[in-house]
Nanobody
Framework: QVQLVESGGGLVQAGGSLRLSCVAS????????SGWFRQAPGNQRELVAI????????VYADSVKGRFTISRDNAKNTVYLQMNSLKPEDTAVYYC?????????????????WGQGTQVTVSS
C-alpha cells in the first residue's frame, strides 16, 4: 500500500506560478510510474504529466507542454509539478497518482494509488 499526500495548491493570478508536491509513504521501495491528473467541475479526470521512477522519461498533456514540469526526488519520496504561465483553464483539483505499471500509463484507471487532491484556482 502507498499513501499519497498533495500540497501546494492555491489561488493565483493568470501568468503566475505554483509548485505542487506529492509525498508518498508506505511501500515506496517498489518501482512506480507517477503522475499528476486534474479534474475541473463537470469534466472527466485528465492526464497532466507522468514521470518514470528513474526520471528518465516524462509525458505531458499537449495543453501544458512548455509550461509545466514534472520531477521527482526518490530520496524524499516526493513528486513535484512546477506550473508556470498559469491560465484560468488550468483551474481544477490536481491529483497525484502512482501506478505499479512501469509502462507509464496515460489512463487514470491504470493508477492504483491516489492522493486526496489539491485545489488550484487561476483568476483572470
Amino acid at each position: 500500500q502507498v499513501q499519497l499526500v498533495e500540497s501546494g495548491g492555491g489561488l493565483v493570478q493568470a501568468g503566475g506560478s505554483l509548485r505542487l508536491s506529492c509525498v508518498a509513504s508506505g511501500r515506496t521501495s517498489r518501482n512506480y510510474s507517477s503522475g499528476w491528473f486534474r479534474q475541473a467541475p463537470g469534466n472527466q479526470r485528465e492526464l497532466v504529466a507522468i514521470i518514470s521512477r528513474s526520471s528518465s522519461s516524462t509525458v505531458y498533456a499537449d495543453s501544458v507542454k512548455g509550461r509545466f514540469t514534472i520531477s521527482r526526488d526518490n530520496a524524499k519520496n516526493t513528486v513535484y509539478l512546477q506550473m508556470n504561465s498559469l491560465k484560468p483553464e488550468d483551474t481544477a483539483v490536481y491529483y497525484c497518482a502512482y501506478s505499479t505499471s512501469l509502462q507509464m500509463p496515460t489512463m487514470s484507471s491504470r493508477y492504483e494509488y491516489w492522493g486526496q487532491g489539491t485545489q488550484v484556482t487561476v483568476s483572470s
